[in-house]
């Protein structure tokens, strides 16, 4: 099953010592052109199943795209492929900016 999650609460959970994995599966473009400021994993999506191998099943994974849309898709995916904590992060990098962080460009 997979959970939704805010900007806020992923960095409220990983600060109070959250051992997650946020999975960026936007495309390399996207990431130069509005990157996540924090520690994460970038696969684009095309190529999840391909890498799926660089995840690790027993840690929370977080998926983070442009709007939710795409990431959503990955983490039903992943939860399909026996990942057991997965969750999909609301309104991706749009709402990082919004609420967050306005210096990262909405594209």
């Known amino acids: 099953m997979v959970k939704d999650?805010?900007?806020?609460?992923?960095?409220?959970?990983r600060a109070g010592g959250a051992d997650m994995t946020l999975l960026?599966?936007?495309?390399?473009?996207e990431t130069t052109l509005a990157p996540v400021p924090t520690d994460l994993v970038h696969i684009p999506m095309?190529?999840?199943?391909q890498r799926l191998g660089?995840?690790?099943?027993?840690?929370?994974t977080v998926v983070i795209?442009?709007?939710g849309g795409r990431s959503l898709q990955v983490a039903r995916f992943l939860a399909a492929?026996?990942?057991?904590?997965v969750s999909n992060l609301v309104g991706?990098?749009?709402a990082w900016s919004r609420d967050i962080?306005?210096?990262?460009p909405q594209y």
Request: proline share 7%; with cysteine.
């Open 24 to 29: 960026d599966v936007r495309e390399d473009w």
């Open 65 to 67: 795209c442009r709007s």
């Open 5 to 13: 999650m805010t900007p806020q609460e992923f960095l409220e959970r």
């Open 46 to 49: 095309g190529q999840i199943a």
């Open 101 to 104: 962080d306005p210096k990262i």
């Open 81 to 85: 492929q026996g990942f057991g904590r």
């Open 54 to 60: 660089e995840l690790n099943p027993e840690r929370e």
């Open 92 to 94: 991706g990098i749009l």
